[in-house]
């Protein structure tokens, strides 16, 4: 027969092993505007599962998709203070914070996927995220959207003189902005979670954004005109609160890392395949599709932003993204 101070020696033990298994765990909260089922989520998740396993359980990550957190800008603004653990977003609010990443959002500027891919994971990309730690942010890598393409409820856009005078939102980005002013359209900066009833009601014509966003977003629902002419290439970013960061030990950053890795790729994958169905997807769904775009004209009505671009990242930086083979 136990004793009672065996018995409460085994108590105590046993509440201590299982205070230790609970405080081992720590719960990241992670928020994005697209749903789960989209290419955000598809990062989510592949980093959350990458990071369990690393760490043997002791990182979890939670999921908040479709804007349960905010917008993009508010939760940036909540990470770098420390309230929100995690988000992915697009580079749009982030140029507030990091202005060097506004160089990737010049029109034009990428050839294709390859280029676009090539820049941000060498010496280019890589060295952006450098700064992300003295403006309060640390970026463990980088995302993607994909190509921006233009949507609108007035008249197929077939050339830059069908934007004149027409409500295009854009995201808060200064760089998107300035194009659609030269283009002659009134660009209309707007957070992502208002946008769907924006297009809806219409206080605003159209939109531009990558097919991923268009399908998760169901932006193609609300719009009758899609224009093929990826204008812009638009990374994302998976950033993390230094106030978490600063708790993580040299090993485990590792594994956070590796994780980032793994869920840049199930990202671009995913990308890949919602470019492959989603135009189909969106012409079944009474969209008409401008397929073939002459790119030259938009490149050549758009070139007078390039000195202002110039003048803000330096014509040399700029020819030396392009120059990337």
């Not at 697209?34 to 369990?52: C, K, M, P, Q, R």
């Not at 029109?107 to 090539?118: G, N, Q, S, V, W």
């Not at 409500?167 to 002659?184: D, P, Q, S, Y």
């Not at 992502?192 to 629902?221: A, C, H, R």
């Amino acid at each position: 027969m136990k004793t009672p101070r065996l018995v409460a020696s085994l108590i105590c033990a046993l509440t201590l092993t299982c205070s230790a298994g609970v405080l081992a765990q720590t719960v990241l909260k992670i928020g994005f505007t697209a749903t789960n089922d989209s290419h955000y989520g598809t990062a989510a998740n592949v980093f959350g599962e990458e990071l369990a396993k690393r760490t043997n359980g002791r990182y979890k990550l939670q999921n908040f998709p479709s804007s349960a957190l905010g917008g993009e800008r508010e939760m940036v603004e909540a990470v770098q203070l420390g309230s929100q653990d995690m988000v992915i977003t697009s580079t749009g609010p982030v140029g507030n914070f990091v202005p060097d990443t506004r160089v990737f959002d010049i029109p034009f500027l990428f050839r294709d996927y390859e280029h676009a891919r090539k820049v941000l994971d060498g010496p280019i990309g890589q060295e952006v995220l450098t700064r992300f730690p003295g403006k309060g942010l640390v970026a463990l890598s980088w995302l993607e959207n994909g190509f921006r393409h233009l949507t609108n409820n007035k008249q197929p856009i077939t050339g830059p003189e069908n934007l004149r005078g027409m409500k295009i939102r854009t995201m808060e980005n200064k760089v998107h902005m300035e194009a659609f002013k030269t283009l002659g359209a009134l660009p209309t900066p707007m957070a992502m979670n208002e946008l769907f009833t924006s297009l809806q009601q219409g206080t605003v014509d159209g939109q531009e954004n990558p097919i991923p966003v268009i399908l998760s977003n169901k932006l193609y629902t609300v719009q009758k005109h899609l224009t093929l002419d990826g204008h812009v290439y638009s990374p994302a970013l998976l950033l993390i609160s230094p106030t978490v960061w600063a708790k993580v030990s040299e090993a485990d950053r590792k594994a956070f890392q590796e994780a980032a890795r793994l869920a840049l790729a199930a990202n671009r994958k995913r990308v890949n395949e919602d470019e492959a169905k989603g135009i189909a997807i969106i012409r079944n769904a009474g969209v008409s599709v401008v397929e073939k775009v002459d790119l030259t004209r938009f490149q050549t009505a758009v070139a007078p932003a390039y000195a202002v671009y110039a003048k803000e990242f330096g014509a040399d930086r700029i020819k030396k993204i392009q120059d990337v083979k």
